[in-house]
């Protein structure tokens, strides 16, 4: 589908870089780390690929901070770390589990409400996408994650529904004693700053090639899922490389649970 613009928005992009001459294109070959709003909200450099049009073309190749001036407008407020949103969610995060150490689990979803669980054993190794609805008990405040496992353990009909206790500290205990722990690197399931939880979810995957330090990032921003590539840098932090050709550099924080990146997006760890 070729994507649609109102004709002011291209008068105004055009204007803009007739006033600062046409090395304003020059950008394009080396972005900027500038914002990560509309990365956050729409993924939007993901659609060029599909325009069609020459005259859409042109204003998609224009860098997010170009069309925000032509507008008006600002870069927004720095975002601050979310943890009362990550408390409300402390069940959700992407676990070790203790007899699958190379692997991982990813649990994601409001309470009451239906949610997922994402399973790998091995790194390369077959990636199980399951249901599961977590229950908050009213009184107690006790939350119970009920998992259907059968496609993961389709020999064993018991696994149909696995109801695993939450702990306070927000591990996973399982009724055999088996326990997933959240991971404690800057791998995990992060609230973006400048978007809504859980609908918007940013996921550090640990494990994820060859090479010493590569994770993977999932950008879950509602029915659009993109994956990229990204590498541990350590004490350094994250550097993914978002669609675009946007290569960013993100500053862990391991005792604040947060990932900060140059526009002040704030990613929070829950």
């Not at 088996?178 to 918007?200: C, E, Q, R, S, T």
Request: hydrophobic letters at 40%.
């Amino acid at each position: 589908m070729v994507a649609q613009f109102p004709s002011s928005v291209a008068v105004l992009v055009v204007a803009f870089l007739a006033q600062h001459g046409a090395t304003a294109f020059n950008v394009v070959n080396n972005p900027p780390q500038v914002t990560t709003k509309l990365d956050a909200v729409s993924r939007r450099e993901a659609f060029v690929a599909s325009v069609a049009s020459a005259s859409a073309a042109i204003i998609a190749g224009v860098p997010d901070y170009a069309l925000a001036a032509a507008q008006g407008t600002n870069t927004p407020p720095a975002a601050k770390p979310d943890y009362k949103t990550a408390a409300k969610f402390y069940f959700n995060g992407v676990f070790r589990d203790k007899k699958h150490p190379n692997g991982y689990r990813i649990v994601a979803g409001s309470p009451n409400k239906a949610g997922s669980i994402t399973l790998q054993d091995t790194p390369g190794g077959k990636v199980y996408e399951l249901p599961m609805k977590a229950k908050r008990n009213d009184e107690s405040g006790q939350v119970t994650v009920d998992m259907d496992l059968s496609e993961y353990k389709p020999d064993n009909p018991q696994y149909a529904s696995i109801i695993a206790t939450v702990t306070e500290d927000g591990c996973i205990l399982f009724p055999d004693g088996n326990l997933w722990k959240k991971d404690k690197g800057v791998a995990g399931l992060y609230i973006d700053g400048f978007a809504p939880y859980p609908k918007y979810r940013r996921i550090v995957i640990p494990g994820q090639g060859s090479d010493v330090g590569k994770v993977g990032v999932t950008m879950v921003s509602g029915k659009q899922v993109f994956d990229v590539p990204g590498i541990d840098l350590g004490k350094k932090g994250i550097q993914v490389d978002f669609p675009g050709n946007k290569q960013c550099l993100g500053k862990f924080n391991g005792k604040a649970g947060t990932i900060t990146w140059l526009d002040g997006n704030v990613w929070t760890k829950v």
